[in-house]
C-alpha cells in the first residue's frame, strides 16, 4: 500500500528520494518521511499529510547525504500523525526502517523489547522492526545484512522492509514477505521501489524480489539471499514503460488521462493475441498439452475492481465454453472450503500482480492441485512467478487510486482468454470466433465514440452531483457495469452507491427510491431489454430520474430518460467495455463537481498488499 524508494550511490539522495515519493504518493498519503545518512547520524524528516507538507518542511533545511530512503504512508497502525510517519529509527537513532505491510506479533515483539530496555516513540508495528535489529547487533556485534535476517525469521505478517545504518552508509539493505520491493542500478546509484513508476526515471531494468528474499543494494549492484543467508541469482525484467506515460501529460488529473488512454490500452492488450489464422494465443504457458481438455470447473478469484471484471469473465467463458464457472471474492476463497482438484482451473485477476488476498488463493489453489491462470499489468509481479500460464494487460502504468484503463484491458483480457479456452476445447464454432475477434478489434474505436459524449456526461454530472444516493441497476453482464459504475461513485465522490441486478429491486431495493433519487440503467444487453425497461418504469413511477446508458439512437430509451449516456453497439458479451466508459467519466465529474481528487480519494491506495 506505501510508497517505498531508497537510494544509495555518489550524488544527493533527498532529490532522488523525493521524486520517486511523489511518483508513489497514490500507494499512500496520510503522512511522508525520509531518513538519509549524513556523517554519523541519521537525519529524519516526517510530516502528517500529503507529501507537499514534507515538501515544505524539508524546504527550510539542508539534508545532505548520498544514502536515504522515503516513505508515503497509508496508515495500518496508529493514527495518521508525525510521530507515526516512517521512517523509523531505534533508540541509538543509527538504524532507520521503512515498512509496507503488517506485523502481526508486533505486540509480543513490542512488549519484549521494552522489558530489554528500548524505548518506543510511535504506535506503529513498523518501528519495532528497527528495535528489534538494534537488539540483535547489540547482541551478536554483527553486519546489518546478518541482523536483518535474523530478523525475518522473528518476524510474523507480511513485509518489505528497507533499512540504512550510520556504520555502513555505502549499502540498503532489503526484505521481502508477501508486500511487494523492487530494486535497480543505474550509473553511479543503487535504488529501492515498492512499485516501478518511482524508479523510471533512472532505469528500465528492474529486480523483482520474490518472498522470503533479502536484498543488499550498492551504488551499481544488486544481490539477493534467502532468509537462510545463502546467495541466490538476480534476474531482470526490462520495463516497457517510460516515465512519460507515468506523467499527467496535459490532463488535469491522472483519472482523466487514463480514461482516455484506453483505446491504446486495449490495442495493447490485444496486440499479439490473435493470429493471422484467427487463433488466440495467450502470454506465457507452462502447462502440458492435453491440460485444459480435462478442466470440468473455472474457479475466478480477484478483489474490488478486479471482482467486477470476474464477474464479466463468467458470462463469456461459461457462453463459450460451457464450463461452468464459480467467482470467488479472493479474501473469502480459502475460509470457505473450497472443492479444487486436478481438473480445476483457477483465473487470478490483479491489477498489480500483488494483491495480498489473491496471492494467497492463488498458492492456496496451487496446494490443491489446481491449474492456475493470471491475469495482471505488470511484467514480472508475484502472481505471474505462481502460475501456469499468464495473460499481460499491458495498460501501462496506472496512477489514479481508481482502476480505469486497466479494469477494461482486464475486460478484454479476459475476453481473449475465454476464447482462448473456447478454442482449446473446441467448444465454438470458427465463424464465430471470427466474428467476436473482429468485435474486440472495433473495440478501441468504439471507446473513443464514447469519450466523444464526455459533454453530456459533464451535463448529468453537474445535475447529480448534490444526489445524497445514487442506484445503478443492469442485468446480464449489465450488472457487472452496474456495480463497477456503483463502485467508481462511491470511491471518488463519497456519495453513497450501489449497484443491483434489475430484477432484484422488488425484493428489497426499490424500497430506496423516492422522488428524485437518481437511477442509473444499464440497457445495452438486448437479451433482456424488453425486461430491463420495464424495471425502469418501475423506478420512474416512484419519482426516480433516470440516468440511461443506451445503444446509439435507441428512442425507447431516449423516452425513458432523464439524461442518455448514448454508446456504439458490439456484441452484447462486450457491451461492459464501452458502457463502463461513460460511467467512469460520470463519477469523475462528478467528483470535479464536488471540489475533490479524483486521483487520491480518501481512506484508499492503489495496491492493497495485506490482507
Not at 144 to 152: G, M, P, Y
Not at 312 to 338: G, N
Amino acid at each position: 500500500m506505501c510508497g517505498i524508494v531508497g537510494y544509495v550511490g555518489s550524488g544527493q539522495a533527498l532529490p532522488v528520494l523525493l521524486d520517486g515519493m511523489a511518483r508513489l504518493e497514490y500507494r499512500g498519503y496520510d503522512s511522508a518521511g525520509v531518513a538519509v545518512i549524513s556523517g554519523d547520524a541519521v537525519t529524519v524528516v516526517r510530516k502528517a499529510g500529503h507529501l507537499e507538507e514534507l515538501t515544505k518542511e524539508l524546504a527550510v533545511m539542508e539534508v545532505l547525504g548520498s544514502t536515504g530512503i522515503g516513505h508515503t504512508r497509508w496508515a495500518t497502525h496508529g493514527a495518521p500523525t508525525d510521530g507515526n510517519a516512517h521512517p523509523h529509527r531505534d533508540c541509538s537513532g543509527k538504524i532507520a526502517v521503512v515498512h509496507n505491510g503488517i506485523i502481526e506479533n508486533h505486540d509480543v515483539l513490542r512488549a519484549r523489547l521494552i522489558r530489554e530496555g528500548h524505548s518506543f516513540s510511535s504506535d506503529t508495528d513498523t518501528e519495532v522492526v528497527a528495535h528489534l535489529i538494534e537488539s540483535i547487533i547489540e547482541e551478536e556485534s554483527c553486519s546489518l545484512i546478518s541482523a536483518v535476517t535474523k530478523a525475518v525469521h522473528v518476524l510474523e505478517g507480511a513485509f518489505a522492509l528497507v533499512c540504512i545504518r550510520t556504520e555502513e552508509p555505502g549499502c540498503i539493505i532489503v526484505a521481502r514477505q508477501v508486500s511487494p520491493l523492487i530494486a535497480g542500478t543505474a550509473e553511479g546509484m543503487g535504488l529501492v521501489a515498492s512499485g516501478i513508476p518511482a524508479l523510471l526515471a533512472y532505469t528500465r531494468d528492474i529486480v523483482s524480489l520474490e518472498d522470503n528474499q533479502i536484498g543488499e543494494i550498492r551504488a551499481g549492484s544488486v544481490r539477493l539471499f534467502d532468509f537462510e543467508g545463502d546467495e541466490i541469482p538476480v534476474s531482470t525484467v526490462r520495463v516497457e514503460w517510460n516515465l512519460e506515460a507515468a506523467e499527467k501529460g496535459g490532463y488535469e488529473d491522472f483519472m482523466l488521462k487514463e480514461i482516455f488512454e484506453q483505446p491504446q490500452a486495449l490495442r495493447d492488450t490485444m496486440r499479439g493475441h490473435f493470429d493471422r489464422q484467427g487463433r488466440v494465443k495467450l502470454d506465457d504457458v507452462h502447462w502440458k498439452p492435453g491440460v485444459l481438455e480435462r478442466i470440468d470447473k473455472i474457479v475466478v478469484v480477484a478483489c474490488g475492481t478486479s471482482y467486477h471484471s470476474g464477474m464479466m469473465a463468467k458470462h463469456s467463458i461459461e457462453h463459450w465454453t460451457r464450463i461452468p464457472v464459480e467467482l470467488d471474492l479472493a479474501s473469502e476463497f480459502r475460509y470457505r472450503d473450497p472443492v479444487l482438484d486436478d481438473r480445476s482451473l483457477v483465473i487470478g485477476i490483479a491489477q498489480s500482480g500483488e494483491t495480498a488476498d489473491t496471492l494467497a488463493a492463488i498458492r492456496f489453489a496451487k496446494e490443491m492441485g489446481a491449474t492456475v491462470i493470471a491475469v495482471t499489468n505488470v511484467v514480472g509481479s508475484s502472481i505471474t512467478r505462481h502460475a501456469d500460464a499468464v495473460i499481460f494487460t499491458h495498460a501501462g502504468p496506472e496512477i489514479g487510486v481508481a482502476a480505469t484503463k486497466t479494469f477494461l484491458a482486464q475486460l478484454v483480457a479476459l475476453n481473449t482468454l475465454a476464447l482462448y479456452l473456447a478454442q482449446e476445447r473446441g467448444s465454438m464454432s470458427r465463424d464465430k470466433m471470427t466474428e467476436t475477434i473482429d468485435a474486440m478489434n472495433a473495440l478501441p474505436e468504439q471507446v473513443k465514440e464514447v469519450l466523444a459524449i464526455q459533454g453530456d456526461v459533464r451535463r448529468a454530472a453537474k445535475r447529480y452531483a448534490g444526489a445524497a444516493d445514487v442506484l445503478f441497476i443492469g442485468r446480464g453482464v449489465g450488472m457487472t457495469v452496474a456495480m463497477e459504475g456503483a463502485l467508481k461513485l462511491k470511491e471518488i465522490t463519497y456519495i453513497h452507491a450501489e449497484g443491483y441486478a434489475a430484477g432484484e429491486l422488488k425484493h428489497g431495493a426499490i424500497a430506496l427510491i423516492e422522488p428524485g433519487v437518481p437511477v442509473v440503467a444499464i440497457v445495452t444487453g438486448q437479451k433482456l431489454y424488453d425486461k430491463m425497461l420495464a424495471n425502469v418504469e418501475e423506478v420512474r413511477a416512484r419519482g426516480a430520474d433516470t440516468i440511461m446508458v443506451a445503444p446509439r439512437g435507441d428512442e425507447r430509451a431516449r423516452a425513458l430518460a432523464n439524461e442518455l449516456f448514448e454508446v456504439p453497439s458490439t456484441k452484447p458479451l462486450l457491451t461492459p467495455v464501452l458502457d463502463t466508459v461513460a460511467l467512469q467519466l460520470f463519477a469523475y465529474f462528478v467528483a470535479k463537481e464536488k471540489g475533490l481528487s479524483p486521483d487520491k480519494p480518501r481512506n484508499l491506495a492503489k495496491s492493497v498488499t495485506v490482507e
